[in-house]
């Protein structure tokens, strides 16, 4: 390993399309990984998110903090649905989810 240790990932381009595809991208690679994804990842309070597949996910947790994840969902990379925490996925903003759960905006 040539790059230092540290326990915060190296944050790629936002991207801003609606993909769903692992956005995993070695700094050897000049593309990132692209297989479907598997996992929805919050990196930090500032909301910064990553789709992930499978085997980065694993990657991710050996190598990286992050403070939240759930299996990814169709409502995921939709620009408005909202990160809920305790219902572990993503969904659009309703009088339910915002009373019953911590919410916070995902940014587009
Ligand atoms: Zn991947
Ligand atoms: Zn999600």
């Not at 993503?90 to 919410?103: D, F, L």
Request: with cysteine; aromatic share 10%; hydrophobic share 35%.
């Amino acid at each position: 390993m040539a790059d230092a240790q540290t326990p915060f990932v190296p944050k790629g381009e936002r991207r801003f399309d609606s993909t769903q595809t692992c956005g995993y991208q070695p700094s050897t690679a000049g593309e990132a990984c692209g297989k479907p994804g598997a996992w929805h990842v919050m990196w930090d309070a500032e909301l910064d998110n990553s789709i992930t597949c499978n085997e980065h996910m694993e990657l991710i947790q050996r190598r990286w903090m992050y403070i939240d994840r759930h299996p990814i969902t169709s409502d995921c990379t939709m620009p408005g649905a909202l990160w809920i925490f305790l219902n572990d996925r993503c969904e659009y903003p309703s009088e339910t989810s915002a009373e019953k759960a911590v919410v916070r905006e995902v940014p587009a």
